[in-house]
């Protein structure tokens, strides 16, 4: 068999090179490159050959093998020539011989790898009706050779984001693909200087910007800052915070906002981003966002300030931007009504908010929702507004009169205190006792 004579090659290579590293005392490099390159290659058929086997009772059709290591391919990219390779493999072929398909022979236009997903769910679909198990993407099994690979890979995309329009949105489009699929390509990005260099084409005094272009690297700094290393990068960054403010004010598409918002959420994960951020004026382009309407965009304005709220100044900040009035009216809509009471909860902990809920008519309002619930199982809506109505009546004596009055015509919170979750009840109890107590003062 050909593998087999390539084994018996591979080890007489490695037995030579090793014998003259070993009984040498003066080696050159190239005699251990040798050896490296040998040990790496016997590795590979190593795997071809187990996979090969675990694939035998299944004939792989042939548009699913790899042309360059005939295995079944677990991340197709389709070359400039059209031809689809596993990524690993063209990557090294690129590496070594640079702008020729290994297939056609032809001189490529470009290197820029697409990946071709629509291949990869049929590959995937093809593995779940054959009862075979997809083999791990290539850099599983080879890392270090893989993360050179994917450097080498990155630089040539970042060189490719200071040339003309087109050749910019191919590489920010394959940014985008590569940091969302593979998880080690979004480690190449813990560094400023590499972000700043991605994010070049949006720089300011920059001509305006294709919208498509934008987009694709808003969503790249996203999926760059899943990644918990390039979590405190990104927010320390000023420029990126700058970037993500424009982009939220931006004009063009509604992912790029609804992105720019979802990647402020994910690095708000860490308390201190929490503060920079905050600080930066990013909260008043958040509750603009959800002002305006646009669904998924509100869902990920929402999301982000939430989480920036775990932060006790942040929730004045937000207060300050006139969030309450914002959020009460979505609620009046019927938009995105547990999430927004849930950010409400949030917010009613800080004294302005208290403030600006009273001033906004909240109480009725949400006495009105608990009793339009009141028969139903959405128990986190009927908690988040007994916890608002619980701040509030132990924070504002008029509003507290107000609640014992409506309480006393609708039971509306000794039904609750009977019938909602723990905390609702505990709650609902704890209004209930302070309304007793007031009565009991006034008597």
Known sequence: MVTEEKVHALKDKLRESVKIIVESDDYTVDAADEAMDALSALKDLKCTTSLSRNLDDAAVPPHFRCPLSGNLMTDPV????????????????LNEVRRICPKTQQVLSHSILTPNCFLQNMISLWCKEHGVELPKPVWDI????????????????????????????????????????????????????VIQLMLRPLSPGTASVDP?????LITTLLNLSIHDNNKRVLAEDEKVISLLI???KYSGTV??????????????????????????????YLVDLLEEGHPPAMRDAASALFKLCYTHENKGRTVREGAVQVILGKIVDHVLVDELLALLALLSSHHMAVEALVNHGAVPFLLDILREKENTSEERIKENCVVILCTICFNDREKRREIGED?????????LAQRGNS??????RAILESLHVSQSSTS
């Open 246 to 248: 424009e982009s939220l």
């Open 255 to 284: 992912e790029t906002r609804s992105n720019a918002a979802a990647a402020i959420f994910s690095m708000s994960a860490i308390d201190a981003n929490r503060h920079i951020i905050g600080k930066s004026g990013v909260i008043k």
């Open 142 to 193: 080879h890392g270090e050779k893989l993360a050179e690979d994917h450097r080498l890979h990155m630089r040539s995309l970042l060189y490719k984001l200071s040339l003309s329009v087109s050749e910019q949105k191919e590489a920010a489009k394959e940014l985008r693909q590569l940091t969302k699929r593979i998880p080690t390509f979004r480690t190449l990005f813990g560094d400023s200087e």
């Open 423 to 428: 905390r609702a009840q505990r709650k609902a």
């Open 212 to 216: 498509e272009l934008h987009e694709d």
């Open 78 to 93: 389709i070359l400039a020539s059209g031809q689809n390779f596993d990524r690993a493999f063209i990557q090294r072929w």
């Open 407 to 415: 309480e006393m015509v609708n039971g509306t919170l000794y039904e």
